[in-house]
């Protein structure tokens, strides 16, 4: 059994940095900001051991080079993007130990939101960034639909109880676009339910498991006769296909 543990550190408005914690060290992950990062450590008497970067936004690296100002660790990042202080770049199934962590994990490549975002999954946790969120998922500034819908659906195929660490606390407005689109699906109250007594208790909406963004969240559910329909609604005309249905839908949603 794994010993590893995971913190949220809150940064800017709504970003995670998720803390790997194994006994004093600490492995942190898209840090868009040093300032927290710098001050969980020293409230907590850790020793930052190395960063994993899924994708180039300044909000996810803006941090890098203060924390190895400090820390001389390895950065671990997409092959394909500009990442500051790298050491080692990473594409599909590229495999890493994370130092002081006893924890290996796999890299998946998903662009759509930027060209070569990457995630790192290995014993039931998955860090996504900005490509799945709970009950949605990132803007495409850089990949295509297809693109996009290809890495939701590689991500959505690992095992129903992995654990989503994704970037953003966007879950509650984006259950409200999910209970539209998808109106009739019981299980979007439930986590609408969930998901507002965390955030009242102060707590993050996260991780959530795949299997109930299986369940719920519209963009892994392109298949589906009830967002097919929404998809087709919106667009006008009669869509079938998982790429058109996803296109439509992530469309809708940037003016919803
Ligand atoms: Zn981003």
């Known amino acids: 059994m794994n010993t590893v543990t995971i913190a949220p550190i809150r940064a800017f408005k709504d970003n995670y940095i998720w803390c790997l914690r194994r006994g004093r060290s600490a492995v942190v992950v898209d840090p868009g900001d040093a300032g927290p990062v710098l001050d969980y450590l020293g409230a907590e008497g850790l020793q930052l051991e190395a960063v994993l970067a899924t994708h180039h936004h300044a909000d996810h690296v803006g941090g890098i080079p203060k924390l190895l100002a400090k820390y001389n660790v390895p950065v671990f990042g997409p092959k394909r993007e500009n990442i500051p202080g790298i050491t080692r770049k990473l594409a599909q199934d590229d495999e890493i130990d994370v130092p002081g962590m006893d924890l290996r994990l796999r890299v998946i490549d998903i662009p759509g939101h930027t060209a070569g975002h990457i995630a790192f999954f290995g014993e039931g946790l998955l860090f996504c960034g900005d490509t799945l969120f709970s009950c949605g998922c990132g803007r495409l500034f ?21 654990l989503v660490y994704c970037g953003h606390e966007y879950t509650l407005s984006n259950l409200r676009f999910a209970a539209a689109a998808d109106a009739a699906n019981p299980a979007i109250a439930l986590r609408a339910a969930a998901a507002r007594a965390a ?43 998982p790429v058109q249905v996803f296109a439509a839908l992530r469309q809708c949603k940037d003016g919803f």
């Open 142 to 162: 850089e990949g295509t639909p297809a693109q996009m819908h290809a890495s939701l659906s590689s991500l959505a195929a690992l095992p129903g109880e992995t």
């Open 199 to 241: 955030l009242d208790r102060g707590n993050p909406t996260l991780p959530s498991t795949l299997r109930d963004e299986c369940a719920s969240n519209p963009f892994l559910r392109t298949h589906d006769p009830a967002l097919i329909e929404s998809a087709s609604r919106f667009a006008g005309r009669s869509l079938t296909d």
